[in-house]
């Protein structure tokens, strides 16, 4: 006949229930289920370690330290894990220190240099997973950094955030008394969309190194996107350029897409967007956003959106492909009102609701 194993009564059945639920420590839940088990129901280690999800050897271990020692063998973690290493954590922290201003600035490539400076810290030679694994340790990871503009001005970007409420105001205030239209807060830009494949990283199993056609065709379209963020609501154009004739056509048309409301949009400031010939329709305002900042448009979010989505390592055999495509990634987006007001409800967007 099998040997029952069985749990000694150190706690009461209650107790070791509540801390095999409550216990922060995921090893510690563990062992208090293998012993909850061993104590309510006694029966042959196989079945408890079926029943736990744990090897025969880990009940047999478990049960008999607690039987012997109590509460302590649960408590004293086992001989596993990260007991040592070349430096303590806090001493990984303090030489990672000095890194993050570079990191900050996406100057980390590669962890060879993190390599190089630790080895000299510890005076022997470690090989890169060493590296990785400690990087792993204080949750860096590898990515690739958000660009900006280096003649952007930084101070007059977070005037605009700061002001962008009182800036929708004014305009809405300067309109026709009579006009009662409700304030739709809105953004703008264009994006140029042609034949040339964009190369960007993709999934693939291992042993296999994807292999993308990427020809220099150039022909180009523009789509014209304008998107309110809080509502989730957005039109667009696909026309083939960008200059004021075009940004007129495209006011006009969102004009009377929105006719119910009186527009406040932001906008970058391109030639077409303040030539003399733009014509403006009466219920829109523009509001430009400081120079060299497309990081502030909600709008580059959704180019991202549909270049990832549908234009990154792909090829087109005409500029129509390129066309049709444009217009069903479009369609997608203006139909699926949630995932725009996730991509575009800027903080100054929200701080003007």
């Not at 086992?78 to 890194?99: C, D, V």
């Amino acid at each position: 006949m099998a040997r029952i194993t069985r749990a000694a009564s150190h706690l009461p059945i209650e107790e070791v229930k509540a801390r095999m639920k409550n216990d922060p420590r995921p090893w510690c839940r563990n062992r208090w289920l293998i012993i909850y088990n061993a104590l309510v129901d006694p029966r042959e280690a196989t079945d408890i370690a079926k029943h736990t999800g744990v090897t025969v050897s880990t009940v047999h271990n478990v049960i008999s330290d607690y039987n012997r020692l109590g509460v302590a063998a649960v408590e004293t973690p086992g001989k596993g894990g990260w007991r040592s290493g070349y430096l303590t954590i806090e001493e990984e922290r303090n030489f990672l220190q000095p890194f993050f201003d570079r990191a900050a600035k996406g100057e980390i490539a590669t962890a060879a240099q993190i390599k190089q400076e630790f080895e000299q810290r510890i005076g022997q030679e470690v090989h890169k997973t060493t590296i990785y694994r400690l990087l792993g340790r204080h949750q860096w990871r590898k990515l690739v950094p958000r660009p900006y503009n280096p003649k952007a001005n930084k101070e007059e970007q977070e005037q605009f955030k700061q002001n962008f409420p009182k800036l929708v105001e004014e305009v809405a205030n300067a309109r026709d008394p009579k006009d009662e239209r409700p304030v739709l807060k809105m953004a703008q830009d264009e994006a140029c969309f042609g034949r040339i494949s964009m190369v960007k990283r993709s999934w693939a199993p291992k042993h296999i190194r994807p292999l993308v056609p990427n020809p220099i065709v150039r022909e180009y379209t523009y789509a014209y996107a304008v998107v309110a963020p809080k509502e989730g609501k957005m039109t667009s154009l696909i026309l083939p350029t960008a200059d004021t004739a075009m940004m007129n056509l495209f006011l006009e048309h969102v004009s009377r897409t929105f006719s119910k409301y009186f527009l406040v949009i932001q906008v970058d400031q391109a030639g077409w967007h303040n030539a003399k010939d733009l014509v403006i329709p009466e219920n829109i305002r523009l509001i430009p956003q400081p120079a060299y900042s497309p990081e502030l448009n909600p709008v580059e979010h959704i180019w991202e959106e549909i270049r990832e989505k549908a234009f990154y390592n792909c090829t087109f055999p005409s500029l129509e492909s390129v066309i049709d495509t444009l217009c069903d990634q479009l369609r997608q987006l203006e139909d699926n009102g949630q995932l725009l007001r996730s991509m575009t409800y800027f903080p100054h967007f929200r701080m003007a609701s």
